[in-house]
């Protein structure tokens, strides 16, 4: 029988003689290697997640020609092909805007042409009162600010006058918008209307995009961006940008924590099993260094014996975090959070380290001195 | 032909106490030795440095051409697992192997298993019908036999035992002794600690201590005479 053989069967017989010891370190290993499968879990799921979510709160990216001390500097509609040629896929929603300047009776307010379909997607938020303009082809209809329908007295239904030097046009308000942001000073339509109104053909003010991805996945989409598009400036919106990176740093760094705090405490718990089992391995391992078994080979024995017990606690745990990240999700996030299998090496790692640092106690064991535990006299 | 044990002038202190005070003799191969004395007279103490397992404060012992008072943890250990076969009053088998493992347990140690040779051993004893029992599973005589087992496995230069009949009745005494008469007509070289007399009888010689010091060493066939 060689040697590996009779290591294994050694260290079978050391894990069912202390079953008992063994199955309470275990359970401090598989319940601290469950929490951290599941807060793993729920890291890269949830930050997925989130970053779709976050993809709803409104444009990440907008593309503008340089100002130049120029306010009404314009870009040619063109871009809108470019930016769709470069097939980034992270792009979510694509919303041209062109502003003009009107006046509705004696009140200034300014006209934005866009894509509804497009802004649909990126700020799902917005509070819309009556009816929503969903065609591009639509002429008729517009969305009125809702502060801009206060100023003017529209409500869903009425038609509004607009006009800007000799042109003049009308529209129906399909309803009002509440965004929280500029718009609700703004009378919004669709690009083609307020381009042919503005005598404007093929011009935009500027392009809001909706990127995907976490922080730098924006950065590097904007990277590119701006390299295929030199003429304009390219710029992530930076309130955006920097409560994603923050929110998520805030979770990681939550879940790190945490996760660090369990594994600490799965280690007090296998400590204390392992204190214990050392106790009444004493004798064996005075015995087994008095028939020549060196301390390194000795320890090899209980290190492996610790190791399978992380193992098996890093497999179970493992498993186990998966239905727990599954209840988290549904229950806290409202998600389903599915498993990933690249935390499975992760859990098992860090338990069998857990149970390497607790068995710290079996390490000790290399001192004792054979002649003090066998002693008959 | 050179003594396999060499004891000259071996000090062993405790603090204050002196547990072998200028301890001389020699063993000669094939030899049986009882280490006689009342308790405390460091028959232990005289067996736990012979085998290693325990240094010297002074003198010198050397066992088959090895010095061994001077050698590190290490080379100690190695020396043990080489030429010493222990044999213990309380039988010190692991609990959790069977009878067989535990004497594939001391060839796992010294260099490889061979499950046919720790079978083997074991029928020397009488344990062919205990190979797959726990300790527990085992009577106290029967636990003897499978450490003398153990002991004899990887063939050691010297067999110490300490008091091996210690803790048996007079049936198990009598198959220990027994072995031991075989194994020396085999011709091992054993060191027995015992406050037996029946055991002092069966030696060679008997190495007589008292307060740590060696009182006298007497040859029971000579004595007969």
Redesign the interface.
Known sequence: ???R???L??LW??L??SRGRLAVALIALTSGAAVCSALLNVNLDAERKLTQEFRTLGANVVIAPPSGGNEAALADAAILDRIASLHLARIVATAPYLYVAANSGSQPVILAGTWFDQVSKMNSWWKLEGGAVTSRDDREDCLVGVTAARQLGLSPGSSVQLRSGERNISFTVAGIVTTGGAEDNQILTNLDSVQTFAGLPGRVSLVQLSVSGTPAEIVEVTQKLAENLPELDVRPVRQIAAAEGTILGKIRGMIFWTIALILILSMLGVLASMAALAMERR??VG?????????P?IMRLFLAEAGALGAVGGLIGFLLGVVLARWIGERIFGVVISARFEVLPITILLTVGVALAGSFPLRLLGRV???EI???? | MAPVVQVEQLDKRYGDVRALDHISFEVEPGEWIAIMGP??SG??TLI?IL?G??HPTGGRVVVDGLEIGNLG??EL??Y???KIG?V???F?L????TAL?NV???????S????KEAEEALRRVGLGDRLDHVPAALSGGEQQRVAIA?ALI?QPKVILA??PT?NLDEANEGIILKLLRELHDAGHTILVVTHSQAIGNLADRRVELEHGRLARIVSPSLAKD
Do not use: C
């Open positions: 029988m060689s040697s053989s009779m290591f069967r050694i017989k050391l069912g003689a004798r064996d015995l087994m260094k008095a028939l020549g078994g060196t301390v080979r001195r054979p002649a066998l002693r008959g006299e | 308790s405390g028959k232990t736990n085998g397992l325990d943890e290490r250990t190695r043990r697992a080489d222990f213990f009053q309380q010190h692991v609990p959790y192997l493992e594939m347990l001391a060839q796992y140690f010294h490889i298993t061979d499950e153990r990887n300490d008091e210690g």
